[in-house]
C-alpha cells in the first residue's frame, strides 16, 4: 500500500551508516502527521524500502530537508524499490532526491542508469561529524591547543561565576516547553523559527520519535541551554540548540557541548554529529565534513 506505515520494511536498516532517526518510520510519520503535503509513497520490496512524497509531477523524499538532516533507502544497497517505481511513473515525473550521504548515493544513481535515465548529482550540503575516541582527554588532544584552552577556559569561568553547572535529561511536555522558550528569545536566525507548529512538531518527536532534551543548568538549577537530540548505540545526533540569553557571555553553548562531547565518549558511542551545517564552531571542536548530495533525474517517457 502506499501508506502502509506497518511495512516490514522499516524494520531494514539504512544503506548509509549513522544517520540517527531519518529514514526511520517513528521521525517519518511523525513528520507526515506535522509537516507533509502530497501524496505518500511508501514503496518496498522485499529487501528495500523508500518513502516518498509526490507532488504534481516531482516525487521528493518525505521529509522536508530544512528538517531532515539525512535521506537513505532502507535494505539493500542496490535499492531495487527505486527500480520498481521508476518502471510505473508517467512521463516526464521529475525526480528529486536529497540529503544522501555517499553510501546511498551510490546505488540510487546506479538504479537510474540501469534504467536508461540520466541522473545529475551535487553536493548541495555537508553534515559535520564528530568521531570520538575512547577518553575525553583523547578527545581534548585532537583539538589543538588553542582551543582545548579555550573550552577549559569557558568551562571554568562557567562554573565559578554561576556554576557549578551540571546536565540534567528532562523528559515531558514541560522540557519542551522550555526548550521553545529559549529557543524563542534567541537573537539573530533562531528568533524566528519556533512558531507554535514548529513546537508541537517538536513535542511529537519527543513523545513520538524517542528525540531527547538535555538542559545545562547553573548552580541555582537555572537552565542555561538545552539540546534537543537523537541518540542510538553508536551517535548522538544534535538536532537544535537554544541558550538563556542573560548568560551569554558565559557561552552557555560551548560549556553544554563539552559535557555533552565528555558523556557521550562515557557512554561508548562512536560518533557525535553536529548534523547538518557548517558553521565554523563545529569544526574548531573537532568535527570534519560529510558530504550530502542530491540527485535529480526526469523519469518516464514523455507524457
Known amino acids: 500500500m502506499a501508506d502502509n506505515w506497518l511495512a516490514d520494511g522499516f ?19 511523525t513528520w507526515w502527521k506535522h509537516r507533509g503535503d502530497g501524496e505518500l509513497l511508501i514503496e518496498e520490496t522485499g529487501d528495500s524500502l523508500l518513502t516518498l512524497v509526490r507532488r504534481d509531477r516531482r516525487i521528493e523524499f518525505a521529509g522536508e530537508p530544512d528538517l531532515t538532516d539525512y535521506h537513505s533507502p532502507l535494505g539493500s544497497p542496490d535499492v531495487p524499490a527505486l527500480r520498481g517505481l521508476v518502471c510505473d511513473l508517467p512521463g516526464q515525473t521529475e525526480l528529486v532526491l536529497d540529503s544522501l550521504p555517499a553510501e ?15 541522473p545529475t548529482v551535487e553536493q548541495h550540503q555537508v553534515a559535520a561529524v564528530l568521531s570520538l575516541p575512547g577518553t575525553f582527554d583523547d578527545y581534548l588532544a585532537t583539538i589543538g591547543k588553542k582551543e582545548r584552552h579555550e573550552l577549559r577556559r569557558k568551562r571554568r569561568r562557567f562554573d565559578s561565576e554561576v556554576g557549578p553547572g551540571r546536565v540534567e535529561r528532562r523528559t515531558g511536555i514541560a522540557a519542551v516547553a522550555l526548550f521553545a522558550d529559549l529557543h524563542r528569545r534567541s537573537s539573530g536566525d533562531k528568533s524566528g523559527f519556533m512558531t507554535d507548529e514548529i513546537e508541537e512538531f517538536f ?6 520519535a524517542a528525540a531527547v532534551i538535555d538542559v545545562l543548568v547553573d548552580g541555582s538549577g537555572r537552565p542555561a541551554s538545552a539540546i534537543f537530540s537523537f541518540e542510538d548505540g553508536d551517535g548522538f ?10 548568560l551569554m557571555s558565559l557561552s552557555p553553548g560551548n560549556v553544554m557541548l563539552a559535557h555533552l562531547i565528555e558523556r557521550s565518549i562515557s557512554e561508548g558511542k562512536k560518533v557525535f554529529d553536529f548534523l547538518k551545517g557548517d558553521e565554523t564552531y563545529k569544526f574548531r571542536l573537532g568535527a570534519e565534513a560529510r558530504p550530502l548530495y542530491r540527485v535529480t533525474a526526469t523519469v518516464g517517457p514523455p507524457a
Open 11 to 29: 524494520n531494514l536498516p539504512a544503506v548509509a551508516a549513522r544517520v540517527g532517526p531519518f529514514p526511520g518510520r517513528d521521525w517519518l510519520q
Open 104 to 118: 546511498a548515493t551510490d546505488g540510487i544513481i546506479a538504479v537510474l542508469r540501469e534504467s536508461g535515465l540520466q
Open 203 to 208: 513535542l511529537a518527536l519527543h513523545t513520538h
Open 237 to 246: 545526533y544534535l538536532y537544535n540548540s537554544a541558550f538563556e540569553p542573560d
